[in-house]
């Protein structure tokens, strides 16, 4: 979405509710002469493992009616900002509601509002220590613990998730994964059995095993755990997290889906 840097602007950054803090990448730093920051480098903790980066910064940032001030952004060379110029991590950004509607292709930040959402499915969420959103959900009857993360394109589980639903026998395809750092790790994709977040049942869920060091950050290790990603969100035909109330919101489309419980089934990948 927008963002507006120092006056600047606009400027395309990707909203990432699976981070805390806010990226910018070595292109904008350049075309706005930015000064790097003095003293200790940022120890980012990404996906994919940790690195020192060093940092900028930035005296006013806004996105839309949000503005925030002296903000440390670190400078991410990883591939994945080759068209970015930033990522706004938004689960440092404090009482705020992020809409993304999916069918207009329209993202939005506000406050949080106590009011409710009506049209929505509503699912209970927690806040991990670094703020994020966390759902209960279950995986083929399996209970995961689901963080969701509108940064990563595609559905991660751990090795615990693995375990619980792949016999030795199933054959997945290796894929790599990448992260805000430089270390690129790899992870075997298969399609999971369906998966019950809420009150929603999403079917042909495809996800990428790994044991990305980021489930060690999190403490996500040693239970099954999923980063539910952009192929599977994007599923909705919109999406609201309220990081005040801890709540996620999903509105199906209007194309035909079949009756689950108290929800809906909805096509994933």
Not at 191 to 217: N, Q
Not at 247 to 256: D, E, K, M, Q
């Amino acid at each position: 979405m927008p963002v507006m840097i120092d006056g600047k602007g606009p400027f395309q950054f990707l909203v990432d509710t699976g981070a805390n803090g806010s990226m910018i990448s070595p292109r904008l730093v350049k075309a706005l002469g930015l000064a790097l920051g003095q003293g200790v480098v940022e120890r980012v903790e990404g996906v994919t493992g940790t690195e020192p980066l060093p940092w900028v910064l930035i005296r006013r940032l806004q996105v839309g009616r949000i503005v925030k001030t002296d903000v440390r952004m670190p400078i991410c060379t990883s591939p994945i900002m080759a068209h970015l110029d930033g990522i706004l991590g938004m689960a440092g950004f404090g009482p705020v509601r992020i809409v993304v509607d999916f069918r207009h292709h329209r993202v939005s930040i506000v406050r949080s509002s106590p009011g409710m959402l009506w049209g929505f499915l509503d699912i209970h969420a927690t806040r991990t220590p670094g703020g994020l959103l966390m759902v209960r959900a279950t995986v083929g009857g399996v209970e995961v613990e689901a963080v969701i993360d509108t940064g990563s394109p595609e559905t991660l589980g751990n090795p615990a998730l693995r375990k619980a639903l792949l016999a030795r026998r199933d054959v997945a395809a290796t894929t790599p994964i990448y992260g805000v750092t430089q270390q690129v790790s790899a992870g075997t994709r298969a399609f999971a059995p369906p998966m019950i977040l809420g009150p929603a049942k999403i079917e042909h869920v495809p996800i990428v095993y790994s044991d990305v060091p980021i489930f060690t950050e999190w403490h996500l290790n040693s239970r099954p755990a999923v980063i539910i990603g952009m192929d599977v969100l994007s599923a909705v035909d919109s999406l609201v997290l309220d990081y005040s109330r801890a709540r996620v919101y999903l509105r199906t489309s209007p194309r035909p889906v079949s009756i689950f419980d108290a929800g809906l089934s909805l096509p994933g990948g």
